[in-house]
C-alpha cells in the first residue's frame, strides 16, 4: 500500500514536551535562563525537522515514482489497480503479471472454443478429463484414417468460430490434481497429456506472451539449422553411405540452411498474419524484414573479403519474393554436455528445468530414464507446416510452449498399415504415402483401415509418446516446441519387429 505524507506523519513517534523533572522544579533563574537558551536555538532546531520531515517524504514519493514509471512497470494501456502497483512490482521477477495472467485466460478460452472434443464419456467408455485411475481396456479409442483426415484435412491449418470437433481419444490429466493417475498411465507406457504443472507454464507465458523475450535471447547473429521447403512437407531423410540413394530413388523438397531467429520469427509471423488477415501482424513481420536486412547490408561491409564456409549447411541464397512463399522449421538442439559452455544449451536446459536430469525433483516425472536422455530438441514451427507421419524407438516428453499443433496418432499395433519405407530407406520409419492426398490412399488400401486418434496441443501441455507411437504433426500457428527423450521400452518391439524393423535392445 503506498503511504501518503499523513500516514508518515502519524507513524512518527510524538515528539515529548516534558523536560526530566529535576528541570522542572528549578529555581525561577535556572528555568529562565533554560528557556533562554532554547529560544536561541529554535531557528535551528525548527529547521533540522522540517528537512528530516521532508526526506522522510520525498525519498519514498520518489522510490514509488520510479517504479511505477521505470524498468520495473507494467507495460503501457494494462487495466492494473493502482493501490496494487506497488506490491506487484515487488513480486520476483519471474512472477506472472495480471496482464500475463489475463492473455492466458483469454488464449485458453479461445483454445477451449476453438477445439472441442467430439466424443464424450456416453461413445469413449471414460472421460477424457476424469479418466479411470489406470488405463482402460483399448486406450485409447481410434477411429478410421478416412473418418479422421476427412473431417479435418490435413491443410486446413486456419480454425475460426464457431470451431471444429476432435477426434479426441487421449485422456488430459492436471498435475496438480491428478498427477498420480497420470503417473500410472506413464508406467504403462500409454499416451495422454499433462497440464497446469507450473514448471511449464511459467515457461510458456514467458515464451507466448512476448515473442521478444526469445528474439532477445536467440538474437539476429547466431544462425541455427533451419528446414526449409518449397511447400509446406516436410520428410526427414538421411543420405550417408554405399546405399544413401537406393534406385528410382527421389529425394524430398525439403532441404537445410542456416537462419537466424530473427528471420524465423519475420516469416512464420508473416504466415499468420495473411492467413488472419491481422495487419498488426504483418506490420510487425515487415517490421522485423527492416531490421534483418540493415543488419544484413552492415555485414556485407564488414566481411566483404570473407570467403569461409562450413561447406555442411547451404546459406540461404533466395530473393526476398521467394522466402515469403517457403516454410521454414526452426531448430535447436541442446546438448547437455555443453550446457555450462555453450550459451544457447544453457539456456535452453536453465529454461526447461523439467527436462534437465541434473534437476531430479523438477524432472523425475517428464524424464523417464534419465541416464539414457538424449538432449533437448526444439522445432519452431509455421502455420502450415507438416511432418510427415513416423515412429520414434524411445520415449518422448513433447512440451508446446507457445502455439498450437495437431498430432495425429497411432498405436504400434497399427505398423503394418502405415504405409513405411522400409529399414535402409533415407527416410526410414516414415509414411511413404502423402497423408494430404486421398489419390495416393488407394496404392495402400491397408492405410485407409489403420485408426488413429487426435489431439490440439497448446501453450503448457505435454505430450508423453511412448516408444513407437506414430505421430503425424501439422502446425497451426507460430509455435515453440521442444522434446526430450528418455530411454526405451519393449513392450511393442514385436510389432515393429513383424513390420522389419530391428529394435535396440
Known sequence: MALDSSDLQQRRPAATSKRPTKERTASSSGVTSIRRRRRKSDPNRAAFIATLLFAA????????TSRLLGKGSANKGDDVDSNNRF????????????????????????YQSLYRPKFDESTL???????????????????????????????????????????QGLCVFDHQTQYTTALNYRNAEKPFIIRNDPKVTSVARRWENNPEYLHRVLGDVEEFRTERSPNNHFMWYRLRGKHASPKGYIKP????????????????????????????????????????????????????????????????????????????YFRINADLRKAEK??????????????????????????????????????????????????????????????????????????????????????????SLDWTNPTEWHDH?????????EVVLHAGDVLYLPTNWFHYIINLSLNYQCNARSGTSHETSHFMQDCGFKMPS
Not at 57 to 64: D, M
Open 125 to 167: 467408455g471414460y472421460d477424457i478429463y476424469n479418466c479411470p485411475h489406470t488405463p482402460p481396456k483399448d486406450y485409447p479409442k481410434a477411429w478410421k484414417t478416412t473418418e479422421v483426415l476427412g473431417a479435418w484435412k490435413p491443410t486446413d491449418v486456419t480454425t475460426l468460430p464457431p470451431g471444429r470437433d476432435v477426434y
Open 253 to 328: 523438397e525439403n532441404d537445410e540452411i542456416e537462419m537466424t531467429f530473427g528471420e524465423y520469427l519475420e516469416h512464420a509471423i508473416e504466415k499468420d498474419g495473411k492467413a488472419l488477415g491481422d495487419e498488426d501482424m504483418i506490420a510487425k513481420s515487415s517490421e522485423l524484414k527492416e531490421r534483418r536486412l540493415s543488419l544484413l547490408n552492415n555485414k556485407k561491409e564488414e566481411h566483404e573479403d570473407d570467403d569461409s564456409d562450413d561447406g555442411e549447411v547451404k546459406k540461404d541464397e533466395d530473393s526476398e519474393e521467394a522466402k515469403q512463399e517457403k516454410y521454414y
Open 57 to 64: 517524504i520525498a525519498i519514498p514519493l520518489v522510490f514509488v
Open 87 to 110: 506490491l506487484q512490482d515487488w513480486k520476483p521477477k519471474t512472477a506472472i503479471t495480471d496482464a500475463e495472467e489475463r492473455a492466458a485466460k483469454q488464449r485458453e478460452e479461445r
Open 445 to 453: 488400401p491397408e492405410f485407409k483401415d489403420a485408426l488413429i486418434t
Open 342 to 431: 555453450d550459451p544457447t544449451s544453457k539456456f535452453i536446459y536453465d529454461e526447461l528445468t523439467f527436462f534437465d536430469p541434473r534437476k531430479e525433483e523438477a524432472s523425475q516425472f517428464y524424464m523417464v530414464d534419465p541416464d539414457a536422455q538424449r538432449g533437448i530438441n526444439c522445432r519452431f514451427g509455421m502455420r502450415g507446416v507438416i511432418a510427415a507421419n513416423h515412429f520414434d524407438m524411445s520415449r518422448n516428453m513433447v512440451a508446446v510452449l507457445g502455439g498450437e499443433r495437431r498430432y495425429v496418432l497411432a498405436s504400434p499395433t497399427q505398423c503394418k498399415k502405415m504405409a513405411l519405407h522400409p529399414q535402409g530407406h533415407p527416410s526410414v520409419r516414415h509414411s
